[in-house]
Nanobody
Framework: QVQLVESGGGSVQAGGSLRLSCAAF????????MTWFRQAPGKEREGVAA???????YYADSLKGRFTISKDNAKNTLYLQMNDLKPEDTAMYYC???????????????????WGQGTQVTVSS
């Protein structure tokens, strides 16, 4: 069982930055795919960035260059550095994990075994 706890959300003005954290508790297998998703009101949940089960990194094409995913294995913590934030980045951001998930399936929310409670990011213009 893996528990995921996100933090770091908040309200910022456009152009600002935030760093989200996702701490994983419990048994974390080495092939754990860890992913950031986001969901804005009235929209589908979308994949933001991930380390898949092979430790390859993936990003949503529209976010490359502004968002950076990283992790600290010693702390079992996943991060998402978000720069040059825009109002359209406003959403609830979720951390998710799924053992063994690899490749393009990273961005498909269906089937992820573990989810955090989410952290709200609000960007004002």
């Amino acid at each position: 069982q893996v528990q995921l706890v996100e933090s770091g959300g908040g309200s910022v003005q456009a152009g600002g930055s935030l760093r989200l954290s996702c701490a994983a508790f419990g048994y974390t297998p080495r092939n754990l795919c860890m992913t950031w998703f986001r969901q804005a009101p009235g929209k589908e949940r979308e994949g933001v960035a991930a380390f898949d089960g092979d430790d390859s990194t993936y990003y949503a094409d529209s976010l490359k260059g502004r968002f950076t995913i990283s992790k600290d294995n010693a702390k079992n913590t996943l991060y998402l550095q978000m720069n040059d934030l825009k109002p359209e980045d406003t959403a609830m951001y979720y951390c998710a994990a799924d053992p063994g998930r690899r490749g393009r399936r990273w961005s498909v929310p269906l089937g992820y075994r573990y989810w955090g409670q989410g952290t709200q990011v609000t960007v004002s213009s």
